[in-house]
């Protein structure tokens, strides 16, 4: 069956950056972009953008970009999120989702704080 | 940037209960449109895709409608499994955006 595993929570300081890993299985990796969606605490949902795992081509919101990079790993089906310059307001859980969100990983809580 | 408009931000309702939750988008997005309920600490999960088709496994008591700016889910009698938040999502144009979600709970 289809599933997406995240990497697990983190802390990080403010000014740091954040990596986290999506390990996908259940389907052919090369046939459905994967995108991240974001959570603050107590709020809705925030899409961030997607990778196209064949090419690695990407397409990010643009409040993001010269911030986040996506990439993957073919060999082992698994994308990654990179976020940097954190600051609090970057607290959330983040969650990988396959395609027109029909899967989604189990989510990976990012806590940013001094 | 379309905004997705979705009413009420919570209500309140008993079970058996026919429940009703509206997106409007700010200009026409076809029926590029998907349903999600999200439960405390849990990931969304999705319910309807393309405004109205039912996902696999999901009980038939969820329906949606709706088609260029106005969109509906209704749950035809509430369970309490159903308590849980509501949230569509426009996949038309860039940025894809949610609505801001709507809190079902018990009344």
């Known amino acids: 069956q289809v599933k997406l595993v995240q990497s697990g929570a983190e802390v990080k300081q403010p000014g740091a950056s954040v990596k986290v890993s999506c390990k996908t299985s259940g389907y052919t990796f090369t046939d459905h972009h994967v995108h991240w969606v974001r959570q603050a605490p107590g709020q809705g949902l925030e899409w961030m953008g997607w990778?196209?795992?064949?090419?690695?081509?990407?397409k990010y919101e643009q409040k993001f970009q010269g911030r986040v990079t996506m990439t993957r790993d073919t060999s082992i089906t698994t994308v990654y999120m990179e976020l940097s310059s954190l600051t609090s307001d970057d607290t959330a859980v983040y969650y990988c989702?396959?395609?027109?969100?029909?899967?989604w990983g189990q989510g990976t809580l990012v806590t940013v704080s001094s | 940037d379309i905004q997705m408009t979705q009413s009420p931000s919570s209500l309140s309702a008993s079970v058996g209960d026919r429940v009703t939750i509206t997106c409007r988008a700010s200009q026409g997005i076809r029926n590029d449109l998907n349903w999600y309920q999200q439960k405390p600490g849990k990931a969304p999960k999705r319910l309807i895709y393309?405004?109205?088709s039912l996902q696999s496994g999901v009980p038939s008591r969820f329906s949606g409608s709706g088609s260029g700016t106005e969109f509906t889910l209704t749950i035809s009698s509430l369970q309490p499994e159903d308590f849980a938040t509501y949230y569509c999502?426009?996949?038309?144009?860039?940025?894809?955006?949610f609505g801001q979600g709507t809190k079902v709970d018990i009344k």
């Open positions: 999502l426009q996949y038309n144009s860039y940025p894809w955006t």
């Open positions: 393309t405004a109205s």
């Open positions: 990778i196209q795992p064949t090419s690695g081509g990407t």
């Open positions: 989702a396959r395609s027109v969100f029909d899967f």
